[in-house]
């Protein structure tokens, strides 16, 4: 997580993985050793360095796992960073909005710069302990780690409105730039024109169609955003929170 947080102390290297005890334990190691494919060749680590188990668990304490979750208190994404540490290591937009990939890279590279001191809490309540550098960008990393993280669960109208809290505005104008993004503000609004008799899809992509509805509602309703076709708080408050 961002500047904010302070603390941490690193401790001794953990025992094997989950991953590595279960290739050990079902003879796996011995079959894709056969097979000509040696484990060590699979973006091996340096001994004790932070895996992908060790930054699974991370986000999974920080967000649920949530890669697009943005609850409106300046920490956003899996990882929970806030703006200003996400720019200073290089990256444009806000993280929620970055791919799951791009997130997971940036992550690694604030835990090379600063351990896991960024995140004092999780890491201790994780266990986290490995000290070693961790491996940076797609192409490398701890595969067989990787395959075994359980894919992010679809978005749900439940999930939305847990993410949403109080179902308030979040502070982002849903507008054209979120086509293509799953978000749960998007999400709820969906639900909310649904309910109020319009067909559209609800799937938390802020696309043409969510974008047409708007306009169209902000006109019926005489209501103003700035802008035909976006959700501010003023279209938001008499749709989802009336």
Same mark, same amino acid.
């Given at each position: 997580?961002?500047?904010?947080?302070?603390?941490?102390?690193?401790?001794?290297? $953990?025992?094997?993985?989950?991953?590595? #005890?279960?290739?050990?334990?079902?003879?796996?190691?011995? *079959?894709? /050793? !056969? %097979? +000509?494919?040696?484990?060590?060749?699979?973006?091996?680590?340096?001994?004790?360095?932070?895996?992908?188990?060790?930054?699974?668990?991370?986000?999974?304490?920080?967000?649920?796992?949530?890669?697009?979750?943005?609850?409106?208190?300046?920490?956003?994404?899996?990882?929970?960073?806030?703006?200003?540490?996400?720019?200073?290591?290089?990256?444009?937009?806000?993280?929620?909005?970055?791919?799951?990939?791009?997130?997971?890279?940036?992550?690694?590279?604030?835990?090379?710069?600063?351990?896991? $001191?960024?995140?004092?809490?999780?890491? #201790?309540?994780?266990?986290?302990?490995?000290?070693?550098? *961790?491996? /940076? !960008? %797609? +192409?490398?990393?701890?595969?067989?780690?990787?395959?075994?993280?359980?894919?992010?669960?679809?978005?749900?109208?439940?999930?939305?409105?847990?993410?949403?809290?109080?179902?308030?505005?979040?502070?982002?104008?849903?507008?054209?730039?979120?086509?293509?993004?799953?978000?749960?503000?998007?999400?709820?609004?969906?639900?909310?024109?649904?309910?109020?008799?319009?067909?559209?899809?609800?799937?938390?992509?802020?696309?043409?169609?969510?974008?047409?509805?708007?306009?169209?509602?902000?006109?019926?309703?005489?209501?103003?955003?700035?802008?035909?076709?976006?959700?501010?708080?003023?279209?938001?408050?008499?749709?989802?929170?009336?």
């Amino acid at each position: 997580m961002p500047s904010a947080r302070r603390g941490g102390k690193h401790r001794a290297a $953990q025992a094997p993985s989950a991953a590595t #005890r279960i290739l050990r334990t079902t003879g796996a190691v011995t *079959a894709l /050793v !056969g %097979s +000509g494919l040696a484990v060590t060749a699979v973006g091996a680590s340096p001994a004790g360095a932070a895996t992908a188990d060790d930054f699974a668990k991370l986000r999974q304490c920080e967000s649920g796992g949530n890669y697009a979750i943005n609850t409106g208190n300046g920490f956003t994404g899996a990882y929970q960073f806030d703006d200003q540490t996400w720019h200073g290591l290089g990256y444009s937009g806000r993280p929620y909005q970055a791919s799951p990939a791009t997130q997971d890279e940036a992550a690694a590279k604030l835990y090379n710069s600063r351990g896991w $001191q960024p995140w004092p809490s999780c890491s #201790r309540k994780m266990g986290l302990v490995n000290n070693g550098p *961790a491996s /940076v !960008g %797609s +192409g490398s990393g701890d595969v067989i780690e990787q395959a075994l993280t359980p894919a992010e669960q679809p978005m749900t109208l439940d999930r939305a409105r847990q993410e949403m809290g109080d179902g308030s505005f979040s502070g982002t104008v849903l507008n054209a730039s979120y086509g293509g993004d799953v978000r749960p503000d998007a999400f709820v609004w969906q639900a909310a024109m649904r309910n109020k008799g319009f067909v559209l899809t609800v799937d938390g992509k802020f696309g043409p169609q969510s974008q047409g509805i708007a306009a169209l509602y902000g006109y019926l309703t005489r209501t103003s955003d700035g802008q035909a076709g976006v959700v501010g708080e003023n279209l938001w408050n008499v749709t989802v929170r009336s």
